[in-house]
């Protein structure tokens, strides 16, 4: 199982930018999504838990802004970052769990200045 994950990039504050994650030997289908986020000097924090079935949790300070989706029959995990703010820069990780290990993707960084 590999990740790629991509979309990265500088902003200003209010702008959105949609993060992709490519997986290959499983699907988002039947494979959780998970993103990540670790601001610089910081620890890694869980943003998204996205089931293959059922309802998505986001943590309290992305709520209302970010949005998790699929396409490319599962292949290919997206996540919608709108309203940005100078504290969701961060390098921001995609992984998912198969046959019960941890995969994770690259980092791919956002910037928000404000």
């Known amino acids: 199982v590999q990740l790629q994950a991509s979309g990265g990039g500088s902003v200003q504050a209010g702008a959105s930018l949609r993060l992709s994650c490519v997986v290959s030997g499983t699907r988002f289908s039947y494979s959780p999504m998970y993103w990540y986020r670790q601001p610089p000097g910081e620890s890694r924090e869980l943003v998204v838990a996205s089931p293959p079935t059922g309802s998505t949790d986001y943590a309290d300070s992305v709520q209302g802004r970010f949005t998790v989706s699929k396409g490319n029959g599962g292949k290919t995990g997206f996540l919608q970052m709108n309203s940005l703010k100078a504290e969701d820069s961060a390098t921001y990780y995609c992984?998912?769990?198969?046959?019960?290990?941890?995969?994770w993707g690259q980092g791919t960084l956002v910037t928000v200045s404000s």
């Open positions: 992984k998912t769990t198969w046959r019960g290990s941890d995969f």
